[in-house]
C-alpha cells in the first residue's frame, strides 16, 4: 500500500514561489507514474503536471514554464517547483501515483489515469 503525504503549501503574493514536497512510502515497483492535481474552490480538479518512471514529463497549458516537476528518488520524494505564481494558481495541490503500471512512457492521457493512491493536499493560496 503506497502512502503519500503533500507538505509545503502556503500563502503567497503573485509573483512569488512555491516548493511542493510528496512523500511517497510503501513503493515497491520500478515502474510508476506520479502527478499533481490542483482543485480551485467550486472548479474541477485539473492535472498540473506528470512524471513517468522512464524520466518523461508533461505540463498542463497553464503551468508550463513557470512550474517544475521532479523525483529524488533518494528520498522517494516527488516534487512541484513553482515561481512567478498567480492568485489563478490558488488551489489545494494534491499529489497522486500509481506502481506496476508497465508504462513505457507518460501517456497523454495521463490526467485521465485512474490513480489508486492519492495524498490529503496542502493549500496553496496566491494573494496579495
Known amino acids: 500500500q503506497v502512502q503519500l503525504v503533500e507538505s509545503g503549501g502556503d500563502s503567497v503574493q503573485p509573483g512569488g514561489s512555491l516548493r511542493l514536497s510528496c512523500a511517497a512510502s510503501g513503493a515497491t515497483d520500478t515502474t510508476y507514474i506520479m502527478a499533481w492535481f490542483r482543485q480551485a474552490p467550486g472548479q474541477h480538479r485539473e492535472g498540473v503536471a506528470a512524471?513517468?518512471?522512464?524520466?518523461?514529463?508533461t505540463y498542463e497549458d497553464s503551468v508550463e514554464g513557470r512550474f517544475t516537476i521532479s523525483i529524488d528518488k533518494a528520498k522517494n520524494t516527488m516534487y512541484l517547483e513553482m515561481s512567478s505564481l498567480a492568485p489563478e494558481d490558488t488551489a489545494m495541490y494534491y499529489c497522486?501515483?500509481?506502481?506496476?503500471?508497465?508504462?513505457?512512457?507518460?501517456?497523454?492521457?495521463?490526467?485521465?489515469?485512474?490513480?489508486?493512491?492519492w495524498g490529503q493536499g496542502t493549500q496553496v493560496t496566491v494573494s496579495s
Open positions: 512524471i513517468c518512471s522512464d524520466g518523461s514529463m
Open positions: 497522486a501515483a500509481d506502481e506496476g503500471t508497465r508504462l513505457i512512457t507518460l501517456p497523454t492521457y495521463w490526467s485521465k489515469w485512474r490513480f489508486p493512491y
